[in-house]
């Protein structure tokens, strides 16, 4: 079975970075599909921020260009968002997710920046 | 980027009503897909390319729609259909979805 899970920290002060990673398992990230990061923002608005697909490359949302950066470590199957220079404006639940037909979902894990 | 515009943003269904959401996108796209939301939970995809339902889906729900414009139906309103509804698509970067439309039991 296919699960996703987020993990990072829940509190990030302004103007610094933001790490998450998304452990995969029941599927090999370099198998196929792209895998994705969204967001859900206080209000309930959902945005794609990007995607590293099963071969490495990247595509990222353009209003994010310039602060994100998707990685992977294939050895243990998991993927990683990175999002620099945060506002309070990114205060938001962050979710991986499969494929861009997004069928698997990681449960999130809510992300507040604040001083 | 391609916006979608999901109306209503509220309504509310009887238990054997029938329902009917819709999405409209401000450039073409080649399919719709619609996931469901339930609160303090993750989207669930619930239908891909416009019209077929995932894994798990009741029958009671269909999707339709071409180029523009794209309705997500319930035949028969049961209470485990209250959620909310979003639109997405992938056919243009970026990826971008609805704001939603929160179903309710009247």
């Known amino acids: 079975d296919v699960q996703l899970q987020e993990s990072g920290p829940g509190l990030v002060k302004p103007s610094q970075s933001l790490s998450l990673t998304c452990t995969v398992t029941g599927y090999s990230i370099t198998s196929d599909y792209a895998w994705n990061w969204i967001r859900q923002f206080p209000g309930n608005k959902l945005e794609w921020m990007g995607y590293i697909s099963y071969s490495g490359s990247t595509s990222y949302n353009p209003s994010l260009k310039s602060r994100i950066s998707i990685t992977r470590d294939t050895s243990k199957n998991q993927f990683f968002l990175q999002l620099n220079s945060v506002t309070t404006e990114d205060t938001a639940t962050y979710y991986c997710?499969?494929?861009?037909?997004?069928?698997?979902w990681g449960q999130g894990t809510s992300v507040t920046v604040s001083s | 980027e391609n916006v979608l515009t999901q109306s209503p943003a509220i309504m509310s269904a009887s238990l054997g009503e029938k329902v009917t959401m819709s999405c409209r996108a401000s450039?073409?796209?080649?399919?719709m897909y619609w996931y469901q939301q339930k609160s303090d939970a993750s989207p669930k995809l619930w239908i891909y390319?416009?019209?077929n339902l995932a894994p798990g889906v009741p029958a009671r729900f269909s999707g339709s729609g071409s180029g523009n414009s794209y309705s997500l139906t319930i035949s028969s309103m049961e209470g485990e259909d209250a959620a909310t509804y979003y639109c997405q698509q992938f056919t243009s970067s970026p990826f971008t979805f609805g704001s939603g439309t929160k179903l309710e039991i009247k």
């Open positions: 997710a499969r494929g861009t037909s997004m069928d698997y």
């Open positions: 450039s073409s796209v080649n399919y």
């Open positions: 390319y416009t019209s």
